[in-house]
């Protein structure tokens, strides 16, 4: 069952703005990164990805900014919207791409 | 693009009961899936991977033997929590990856199971 004393990080943030959502992964052997984005009840939906061999990577109203030297990643969203409310979890994938490793996660709530 | 269709969406089972969750990938061949568990407010933790036609890698501390998984072809992975206990109560999603664990994952939509 679920462990006690857990809970999500959350950010909460008015329409219009933009919303920044970080990351810190582990394994300095992982070189291809994921944001999902993950509402009540469903399964992730992928957003942005990214490899190791850039710093930034740009899509539509999204922005995910890489840190290699201090295994930060970010998720910028331009113009939250309320249907942007959900959970958002950065996913870390190592060169044999055997496994993807979710980080904790951020609940992100969108004030009308 | 890939679709995982995943059921059943939710199942509420007595408890020493056995429940089976089938992955389907629909319009691609999945030669490698992967079973997580999300319990409320956490992350997704994997708890085995899967590929085509071999036995399923379990994730440590998970017991292979209550959480069994067959992978018999490109398109189907099934997860069958076997004796369920209320504390296997959780949300079990799949992902599947085209390519052997490659770089292109999609996920199912995920299964409620409530052990009574």
């Known amino acids: 069952g679920e462990s006690v004393g857990l809970h999500l990080p959350t950010l909460s943030v008015q329409e219009g703005d933009n919303s920044i959502i970080n990351c810190a992964y582990s394994?300095?052997?992982?070189?291809?990164f994921i944001w999902y984005k993950q509402e009540s009840g469903k399964g992730p939906q992928f957003i942005i990805d990214?490899?190791?061999?850039?710093d930034k990577r740009q899509g539509q109203r999204v922005t995910v900014l890489l840190n290699k030297t201090v295994k930060h990643l970010s998720l910028q969203i331009a113009a939250t919207q309320p249907g942007d409310s959900a959970v958002y979890f950065c996913a870390e994938n190592d060169a044999s791409g055997s496994r993807l490793t979710f980080g904790e996660g951020t609940q992100l709530t969108v004030n009308p | 693009g890939a679709v995982v269709s995943q059921h059943p969406s939710w199942v509420i089972c007595k408890s020493g009961t056995s429940v089976k969750i089938e992955c389907r990938s629909l319009d691609f061949q999945a030669t490698t899936m992967f079973w997580y568990r999300q319990f409320p407010k956490q992350s997704l933790m994997l708890m085995a991977t899967?590929?085509?036609?071999?036995?399923?890698?379990?994730e440590q501390g998970v017991e292979k033997d209550k959480f069994l998984i067959n992978h018999a072809s490109l398109t189907l992975s099934t997860l069958t929590v076997t004796s369920a206990h209320p504390e296997d109560s959780s949300f079990y999603i799949c992902?599947?990856?085209?390519?052997?664990?490659?770089?292109?994952?999609?996920f199912g939509s995920g299964t409620r199971l409530t052990v009574v």
């Open positions: 899967s590929n085509e036609g071999s036995k399923a890698t379990y």
């Open positions: 992902s599947a990856s085209v390519s052997g664990g490659g770089r292109g994952y999609t």
């Open positions: 990214i490899r190791s061999n850039m």
């Open positions: 394994n300095s052997a992982s070189d291809y």
